[in-house]
């Protein structure tokens, strides 16, 4: 008895020979089965790649022809790619998986699937559609071929013309720009909504992530505006989108949210994550935390480019722009713009955190203590406190993340004007970590006003403050203003438990000065400061003590540049009478005016 079994692509051939007997007589007969069945496999071979070029990008397209379980990887070359042979030694620029095409962040937003638009108002990509971007990296001419891999097992095989282009792109190096998508009227505003293609590849150097590219929504309210107006960056709060309250502006300004969101639905912290993070697979209790690698900061640098485009497309002011965020959003609005300083004139940065690395918050339910949710993510982002992870910014994971320390490193830095506020109850981003960050905040003259009370993170109880006490907008990225520091008049936050120390409070939140009144010059400094009165969100009045002392350090100078060796005098009036003076050897770094009396007139 013989078995032959013969394979066809897509179809399957059994043959099978028998040898029959009869009672009656012996015969010998053949007999032959033909089994006929339609194979389940797909080709693994993508058809129909197509390449368009756009400010520094590339966008290539295909037909992924495959089940949902596969990823695609993209390879650049400056030759034609003609053969699997030649992958090897070709420019790896990452992979996606079977929904690459899918819009994660409007969809998200939306509650329905929504698939990506490459081309302005165009026509969003089809389900059956494959989506790459690549951003160039320098001036030539470049060809591309996309593989597929099916259970870590990856097709090699290339087919000119079909999952190779057989025209080279002609790139040049350019900075990218958001696609716009459309515009939808959101309770009567026209919104302008585009996307933002973040490459994980760093330029000449390694990806980021395996994953090789990230889309991002963006949304903006131009408020009519047609002359440079002032810019608020807003970043989220968790649970809502890029599009929550766009349509929602103060005064002139221009509005732009941002999303941080991830395809599997998780976000990047508004800063980044390890690179063999998986951006498509939600993380699991049972995942380990990375021990080694490197973590990038993808987002921060994407929202650091998206900003740079706004500046250059939109009406705003540069010395205008202003970051706004609560609760995860205020992750966002505290670290950027203490990473990039030079770009922002005031942030408010409500009820966040301020040293992701802090462990022991006294609240054992507070979610950054070990075990509890944020914790756990965070650990599955970037790996733990304990291994604290070498950044691609040159610093452990843990210092660059922690504000004391990014002012204490940095402390002659010139930072916007930060307004923070913050609940001694808040279990979800705790209350201990604040006070060393009051005290860090003195010892390194960081200019701006830092409230807090006993409120629980939504502030449904124990709320005294609302915004009343700050004015976002009065603040100019180019005029200098007075940080106060070491306040007599301040409240105790307490030790860092939440029953300690005063209820509600500030640090420099009585202290003012009047914009109109600096003189800014390259011979002097001059500004008239006082104490005032604070509101509480119920309406009633905190009157200012008639007088306190505070040092005074001037910040962000435009024209008053001493330099080593010279020697600085300084002399307080009151009512036109000289109350004090003295002389500060200055050997450059920060000019701090110690104890000075401030006078509620």
């Given at each position: 008895m013989l078995f032959y079994q013969l394979l066809l692509p897509g179809f399957i051939f059994f043959v099978r020979q028998l040898w029959c007997s009869s009672i009656l007589k012996r015969v010998s007969c053949t007999v032959i089965f033909i089994i006929l069945a339609l194979s389940v496999t797909y080709s693994t071979t993508v058809t129909g790649l197509t390449a368009s070029f756009?400010?520094?990008?590339?966008?290539?397209?295909?037909?992924?022809?495959?089940?949902?379980?596969?990823?695609?990887?993209?390879?650049?070359?400056?030759?034609?790619?003609t053969s699997g042979t030649q992958l090897s030694s070709c420019e790896y620029l990452g992979y996606v998986n079977d929904s690459s095409s899918v819009?994660?962040?409007?969809?998200?937003?939306d509650k329905i699937l929504r698939y990506i638009v490459i081309d302005s108002a165009g026509v969003p990509l089809q389900s059956s559609k494959g989506l790459f971007v690549a951003t160039t990296e320098d001036n030539g001419t470049y060809y591309y071929a996309v593989t597929v891999s099916i259970s870590n097992v990856e097709d090699k095989t290339i087919i000119a013309g079909s999952n190779s282009l057989q025209t080279a792109i002609i790139e040049t190096v350019h900075a990218p720009r958001a696609v716009f998508r459309e515009i939808r009227i959101i309770n009567g505003k026209s919104i302008?909504?585009?996307?933002?293609?973040?490459?994980?590849?760093?330029?000449?150097?390694?990806?980021?992530?395996?994953?090789?590219?990230?889309?991002?929504?963006?949304?903006?309210?131009?408020?009519?505006?047609?002359?440079?107006?002032?810019?608020?960056?807003?970043?989220?709060?968790?649970?809502?989108?890029?599009?929550?309250?766009?349509?929602?502006?103060?005064s002139d300004e221009v509005l732009i949210n941002v999303e941080d969101y991830l395809p599997h639905d998780k976000d990047a912290g508004w800063w980044g994550t390890n690179g063999n993070y998986n951006f498509y697979k939600p993380p699991?209790?049972?995942?380990?935390?990375?021990?080694?690698?490197?973590?990038?900061?993808f987002s921060d640098d994407r929202l650091l480019k998206t900003l740079n485009w706004i500046l250059s497309k939109f009406p705003v002011d540069s010395n205008r722009v202003y970051i706004d965020g609560s609760s995860f959003g205020?992750?966002?609005?505290?670290?950027?713009?203490?990473?990039?300083?030079?770009?922002?004139?005031?942030?408010?940065?409500s009820v966040g955190i301020f040293n992701l690395g802090f462990l022991n918050d006294?609240?054992?339910?507070?979610?950054?203590?070990?075990?509890?949710?944020?914790?756990?993510?965070?650990?599955?982002?970037?790996?733990?406190?304990?291994?604290?992870?070498?950044?691609?910014?040159?610093?452990?994971?843990?210092?660059?993340?922690?504000?004391?320390?990014?002012?204490?490193?940095?402390n002659t830095t010139d930072f916007p004007v930060f307004y923070t506020i913050s609940g001694k109850q808040d279990e979800l981003m705790g209350w201990t970590e604040k006070v060393a960050f009051y005290d860090s905040v003195n010892a390194n003259r960081i200019g701006g006003y830092f409230f807090w009370d006993n409120r629980d993170h939504g502030g449904t109880i124990g709320k005294t403050w609302d915004d009343s006490n700050f004015s976002l907008y009065r603040y100019r990225k180019n005029r200098s203003f007075p940080a106060f520091s070491y306040c007599s008049v301040n409240e105790n936050p307490g030790n860092g438990n939440g029953t300690d120390g005063a209820l509600f409070g500030s640090i420099n939140g009585c202290l003012d000065w009047n914009d109109n009144s600096i003189?800014?010059?390259?011979?002097?400094?001059?500004?008239?400061?006082?104490?005032?009165?604070?509101k509480k969100y119920t309406g009633e009045i905190i009157l200012a003590p008639d007088s306190c002392s505070a040092d005074v350090t001037p910040r962000r100078l435009q024209q008053f540049?001493?330099?080593?060796?010279?020697?600085?005098?300084?002399?307080?009036?009151?009512?036109?009478?000289?109350?004090?003076?003295?002389?500060?050897?200055?050997?450059?770094?920060?000019?701090?005016?110690?104890?000075?009396?401030?006078y509620k007139d």
């Open positions: 756009k400010f520094g990008q590339v966008f290539l397209t295909w037909n992924k022809n495959t089940s949902g379980s596969a990823f695609f990887l993209v390879y650049r070359s400056t030759s034609p790619i819009d994660h962040n409007i969809s998200k937003a302008e909504i585009y996307t933002w293609f973040q490459s994980m590849k760093v330029p000449h150097g390694p990806l980021m992530n395996k994953i090789g590219f990230l889309a991002y929504g963006i949304s903006v309210n131009r408020n009519n505006a047609t002359l440079l107006k002032p810019l608020r960056y807003r970043f989220h709060p968790g649970g809502q989108t890029f599009l929550s309250n766009i349509d929602n502006t103060n699991l209790d049972s995942d380990i935390p990375p021990a080694t690698g490197i973590n990038y900061n205020a992750v966002g609005a505290f670290f950027f713009p203490l990473h990039h300083p030079e770009k922002i004139a005031a942030a408010k940065v006294y609240n054992p339910k507070c979610t950054f203590n070990p075990g509890e949710k944020n914790r756990v993510d965070g650990d599955l982002r970037l790996g733990t406190v304990a291994s604290n992870l070498p950044t691609n910014v040159g610093f452990p994971t843990y210092s660059v993340l922690n504000g004391s320390w990014w002012f204490h490193q940095f003189i800014d010059e390259s011979s002097q400094w001059n500004i008239k400061i006082f104490t005032r009165n604070l540049q001493p330099q080593a060796g010279n020697t600085l005098s300084w002399k307080l009036y009151h009512k036109n009478q000289l109350v004090q003076s003295g002389t500060i050897p200055y050997s450059e770094g920060l000019i701090v005016i110690p104890q000075v009396k401030i």
